[in-house]
């Protein structure tokens, strides 16, 4: 069983997340690596997709879910028990804000605390997604630079016309791109 902890942010992209569960979940059964999903989404990520578009057999997560569960002291921390869980951590899509707050260790939501509590002998995978200007914008060269040195894997935005009409670089890798990476890692690194 490969534990596949999947992080969402405030990007348009995360219309995908239905789409991009169902595809991981079905391509992996389809090579007999069973998969257990829980979801991590900022709370502006909750405005791109409905809850009841996701299989109820997953657990989505969010700030609430980091405050209402810790009440005394030793009691579980999420994040650090979402980090213990997952195999595999793939954030896709990864916006500029949570971006810039990832590589400058800013740690205010769920996922950024996730991350920054993320066993670094474990895989993680990104997965930008922004407006070409934001893209294109010299910070963002070097944020992903900076997740890339720490061992993190991007998986490349793709250039096309994106959802506000801009053409350009910035668009999330397609949902199959994205899959195919992860069901790659997993064999390579023999988790299952």
């Not at 260790?105 to 996730?114: K, P």
């Not at 895989?123 to 060269?141: D, G």
């Not at 894997?153 to 096309?160: D, F, S």
Request: hydrophobic letters at 45%; a negative charge.
């Amino acid at each position: 069983m490969v534990n596949i902890l999947i992080g969402c942010t405030g990007s348009v992209a995360t219309i995908k997340l239905p789409i991009l569960v169902r595809t991981l979940t079905q391509k992996l059964s389809e090579n007999s690596i069973s998969v257990k999903i829980r979801i991590i989404v900022t709370e502006q990520a909750k405005h791109f997709f409905k809850e009841t578009d996701i299989s109820d057999d997953i657990d989505i997560f969010s700030d609430h879910d980091e405050w209402s569960t810790w009440k005394n002291r030793g009691d579980p921390v999420l994040h650090i028990e979402l980090g213990k869980w997952a195999d595999v951590f793939l954030i896709a899509p990864l916006d500029a804000n949570s971006l810039g707050k990832i590589s400058s260790g800013i740690c205010d939501n769920l996922l950024t605390c996730t991350v920054r509590a993320w066993d670094m002998s474990k895989s993680l995978l990104f997965c930008p997604a922004m407006n070409t200007k934001m893209y294109i914008h010299p910070l963002t060269a070097n944020q992903i630079s900076t997740l890339i040195s720490w061992g993190y894997r991007e998986i490349p935005v793709t250039e096309k016309v994106l959802i506000c009409g801009d053409a350009g670089a910035g668009a999330m890798a397609e949902v199959s791109t994205i899959v195919d990476t992860v069901e790659s890692l997993i064999l390579e690194k023999d988790i299952h």
